[in-house]
C-alpha cells in the first residue's frame, strides 16, 4: 500500500511540474506557441506558412495531422488552440460543442477523377456516366455511353475498377456532396459523409493508396485530392459542370467555385459551382476555434496570438503561397469574411483584434 | 528489511500494473462500446449492414467478425505445413548445423520486418502475382491477405517449436533408437508427443499475430465492408477497419468501432483460453 501510495506522489508531483513549466512558457510573451490539431489534407501547406509565421514573428504552431475528426475532437476536449476540418461542423455537432465555435475557412481543394487506361490521354465525363460508373451501372470502359461522350478516344474493352477510400476522408466528403448534388439516386442511396456504404468497389487507404492501386491496375477509377493529384502530376479526367462545360482541374478552376455568394459563417458545400469555368468538385477547408478564447485559464497573450496568427493566415501573403504547394487560394470576398469573423473573437467579452 | 522482500515487493507491484492496465483498457472499450450496444443490441454482433451516412446510421460487425476470422485461419493451414516443416528440419534433423543456424537467424528475422514492409511487398509483388496466376479480379481479397499473413506468422510457430522440438531429451530418443526405430518413427512416437503442448502453444501465439495484424491486411484485403462470398472476395478485418476509420470517426460510429475493439480484446482471450484448456488435456 505504501509503494502505491508513492507512487501516486510521484505522478502527481511530475503533472504539477509539467504545468507550472507550461504556464511559465506562456508568460514570456515573445515566445508563445500555439498547439493545433486535425486534417491532413492541407498539412503540406500549413507547415509551409506555420513555418514563414515563426520566421517573421516567433510565434511557433505545432499542427497534429490526425484528421478532421481528431481536430474537432481535440477543440471540443480543450487541449488545442484550434482545429482544422475539411468538413464543416453541422448544427448537431455545434450544438455538442461546450462553447460556441467558429470557422475559418483557410484554402481550397478539389477531388479530381484518376484512371488507368493505357493509350488514353483525355477523358470527359459528364454528371450522368458519373452516376452511372460509380453506381455500378456501367461496368466496362468500352459502354457505349462512355463512347459517346468521348467521340476520338478509342477506349479499351476492360472492367472498371472503382478505388475509393477504405479511412475516413473529408475527400470522401466532398466527392459524395457533389454525387448528392447531381445524381438523385446517389443521394437517396448513398448519401454524404467521410466514409460511405459504397455500392461498388474496393477500398484502399489515404491518397497515396488510392493512387498506387489506381497506377497498378488497369482499368481502375478512383478519386483523389487535388493537392496529391497535382504534386504527383496524376492524369486526371474533365468533369462536367452545371453551365454543361467539360473542366480540367487546375488552381485557377478551383477557386473560381467560391465566387458566388457564401453565407456570414462561411460553413457552405461549393460543389457543382453555378459558373460556367469551375470545376465542380472543390471545397473549402476551415479552422475552427472557440468564439470566446476565455477558457480553462488560457492567458490573454495566448488568445491574442490565436486570432493574430488566424488573421495573417487568411491574409494576402499566406494565401499567396498556396499555390506552390498546390492548393487554391480564398477568392478576396471570402478571405473578407473570414476575417469578419475573426473580428467577432473574443476575450472575456471583448473583441480581441480592433479596426 | 531484507533483499527478498524488497524483490518480493517489486514483483507484486509491477503484476499488479500489469492488471491494473488489462483491467482499465477493457473499462474503457466497455464504457465507450455502451452506446453502440443500446442502439443495435445483438444485431451489432449479427448483422452485416454497415452504413455511416448520417441519418440512417446502422452498423454490424459480422463482416468484420467474420474477415477476420477467415484471415486468420486461412492463414494458420497455409503456414502450418511450412512452419512445422522448418521447425522439424532446425530442431531435429539439422540440428547444430551450420545450415540450420543459418536458416533460424533468417526465420527470426522474418519476425523482425515491420508489417508495412510485408504490406507493399504484397502490393508490388504478391498481388500481380495473383493476377498472373489467375486468381480472381485485381489479386485484393481474402486469400492474398491470409497468404500475407501466412508469411508473418511463419516466424512465431517456428521458433518456439524448434525451441521445444530440441529440448525433447535425447535419452528418449535414444531409447527409441536402441529398439530399432527409424528416424521417422522417433519422430513421430517420441518428439512430437513429447514437444505438442510447446507446439500448439507456438501455434496459438501465432493465430493471436494474426487475429491483430492490420497495416498489411488492409493494403490487400480491398478493404469492402461486406460479408466476403468466397476466398477471392475482397474484404475486410476488425483490425483494419479500425485503424482506417478511427481518425474521422465521432459519435456512433466511435462507438461501433471501439465495440469492435472489445470484440476483438474478447475474441483473442477466448482463443487464449481454448488453446490453454488443449494444452492441458494433452499432458
Avoid at chain 2, 33 to 47: E, L, R, T
Avoid at chain 2, 57 to 70: N, Q, S
Wanted: glycine share 10%; hydrophobic share 45%; proline share 4%.
Amino acid at each position: 500500500m505504501k509503494t502505491f501510495l508513492s507512487l501516486i506522489l510521484v505522478v502527481v508531483l511530475f503533472s504539477a511540474c509539467q504545468n507550472s513549466a507550461k504556464k511559465a512558457g506562456e508568460s514570456e510573451g515573445s515566445s508563445v506557441s500555439l498547439t493545433a490539431a486535425g486534417a491532413t489534407f492541407p498539412l503540406p501547406y500549413y507547415n509551409l506558412v506555420f513555418k514563414d509565421y515563426a520566421k517573421a514573428t516567433g510565434t511557433q504552431v505545432t499542427y497534429g495531422g490526425i484528421g478532421s475528426g481528431g481536430g474537432i475532437r481535440s477543440l471540443k476536449d480543450k487541449v488545442v488552440d484550434f482545429g482544422a476540418t475539411d468538413a464543416f461542423l453541422n448544427d448537431d455537432q455545434l450544438a455538442e460543442m461546450p462553447a460556441e465555435v467558429v470557422h475559418i475557412p483557410t484554402c481550397m481543394g478539389a477531388v479530381v477523377i484518376a484512371y488507368n487506361l493505357p493509350g488514353v490521354n483525355e477523358l470527359k465525363l459528364s454528371d450522368s456516366l458519373l452516376e452511372k460508373i460509380f453506381m455500378g451501372e456501367i461496368t466496362r470502359w468500352n459502354d457505349p455511353a462512355l463512347k459517346s461522350n468521348n467521340e476520338g478516344v478509342t477506349l479499351p474493352d476492360l472492367e472498371i475498377v472503382f478505388v475509393h477510400r477504405s479511412d475516413g476522408s473529408g475527400t470522401t466528403h466532398i466527392f459524395s456532396d457533389y454525387m448528392s448534388k447531381v445524381s438523385e439516386k446517389w443521394a437517396s442511396q448513398v448519401g454524404t459523409g467521410k466514409s460511405l456504404k459504397w455500392p461498388v468497389g474496393m477500398g484502399a487507404k489515404g491518397n497515396p493508396g488510392v493512387a498506387g492501386t489506381i497506377s497498378q491496375t488497369e482499368g481502375a477509377i478512383g478519386y483523389i485530392g487535388s493537392e496529391f493529384a497535382f504534386a504527383q502530376k496524376i492524369q486526371t479526367a474533365k468533369v462536367q459542370n452545371s453551365s454543361g462545360e467539360y473542366i480540367e482541374p487546375s488552381i485557377e478552376s478551383i477557386s473560381v467555385a467560391a465566387q458566388g455568394e457564401i453565407p456570414a459563417d462561411t460553413r457552405v458545400m461549393v460543389t457543382n459551382s453555378e459558373f460556367p469555368t469551375a470545376y465542380p468538385i472543390s471545397g473549402f477547408t476551415w479552422i475552427i476555434l472557440y468564439k470566446e478564447q476565455s477558457y480553462d485559464g488560457r492567458s490573454e497573450a495566448l488568445a491574442r496570438a490565436t486570432v493574430e496568427f488566424l488573421d495573417w493566415r487568411v491574409s494576402e501573403g499566406a494565401q499567396a503561397q498556396a499555390a506552390k504547394v498546390n492548393y487554391a487560394p480564398l477568392p478576396d470576398a471570402t478571405v473578407q469574411k473570414a476575417k469578419a469573423i475573426l473580428r467577432s473573437v473574443t476575450y472575456n467579452g471583448e473583441a480581441i483584434l480592433q479596426e | 528489511m531484507n533483499s527478498d522482500k524488497v524483490t518480493k515487493g517489486v514483483l507484486f507491484s509491477v503484476s499488479i500494473l500489469i492488471l491494473l492496465l488489462a483491467a482499465g483498457m477493457l473499462y474503457s472499450l466497455v464504457g465507450g462500446s455502451v452506446p453502440s450496444f443500446k442502439a443495435f443490441g445483438w444485431q451489432f454482433i449479427i448483422s452485416g449492414e454497415w452504413d455511416p451516412t448520417y441519418g440512417r446510421e446502422k452498423y454490424g460487425a459480422l463482416p468484420f467478425i467474420v474477415g477476420t476470422l477467415i484471415t486468420s485461419f486461412a492463414a494458420l493451414l497455409i503456414s502450418l505445413p511450412l512452419s512445422f516443416s522448418t521447425s522439424l528440419f532446425l530442431g531435429e534433423y539439422f540440428r547444430g548445423t551450420r545450415v540450420a543456424r543459418i536458416l533460424g537467424i533468417l526465420v527470426d528475422l522474418l519476425a523482425g520486418i515491420p508489417s508495412i514492409v510485408y504490406g507493399l511487398w504484397g502490393f508490388y509483388v504478391l498481388r500481380p502475382l495473383m493476377i498472373d496466376l489467375g486468381f480472381g479480379g485485381q489479386g485484393f481479397g481474402i486469400f492474398t491477405a491470409s497468404l500475407i499473413l501466412a508469411i508473418m506468422i511463419i516466424p512465431y510457430a517456428t521458433s518456439l517449436s524448434n525451441e521445444i522440438i530440441s529440448m525433447v531429451p535425447n535419452d528418449l530418443k535414444e531409447a527409441a533408437y536402441s529398439l530399432g526405430a527409424t528416424r521417422l518413427e522417433v519422430i513421430t512416437t517420441v518428439t512430437i508427443p513429447a514437444a505438442r503442448s510447446g507446439i500448439v502453444a507456438g501455434y496459438i501465439l501465432s493465430f493471436g499475430r494474426a487475429l491483430g495484424e492490420t497495416m498489411a491486411v488492409t493494403m490487400l484485403i480491398g478493404n469492402t465492408n461486406q460479408v466476403p462470398g468466397s476466398l477471392f472476395d475482397t474484404g475486410n478485418t476488425m483490425a483494419s477497419v479500425i485503424a482506417n476509420q478511427f481518425g474521422e470517426a465521432d459519435g456512433l460510429k466511435l462507438s461501433s468501432l471501439i465495440a469492435i475493439g472489445l470484440l476483438l480484446f474478447l475474441m483473442t482471450g477466448v482463443i487464449n483460453a481454448i488453446g490453454k484448456l488443449i494444452i492441458k488435456k494433452m499432458n
